[in-house]
């Protein structure tokens, strides 16, 4: 489920900036004659980025319940939690 969620998030985002502009030409700024307009980007980045935080938000909670049902001592399972919260904290850029 969380990769058909991904893959429909890159799907949405590749067709959304390649649409963004009419014509196409005046998105790349290759013609300069090409008259035309382009939506706000701004707007797609700033909504456009919300599946991919909620998709990894949820990548790093998936393993969690897992971790306990490990066969290994407590030191291992520590070291597995301290993974996780490094990155997660990395993957979010808060260090």
Excluded: E
Aim: hydrophobic letters at 50%; a positive charge.
């Amino acid at each position: 489920m969380v990769g058909f969620i991904i893959i429909a998030s890159a799907i949405s985002n590749f067709v959304t900036v390649m649409t963004q502009c009419r014509p196409f030409a005046s998105a790349l700024l290759y013609d300069p004659k090409a008259d035309g307009h382009c939506r706000d980007i701004h707007v797609h980045f700033t909504w456009g980025s919300l599946p991919n935080i909620i998709t990894d938000f949820i990548m790093m909670i998936l393993p969690v319940p897992l971790v306990p049902k490990l066969h290994q001592s407590w030191q291992v399972k520590l070291g597995i939690w301290i993974t996780f919260l490094v990155d997660s904290l990395y993957g979010t850029r808060i260090i």
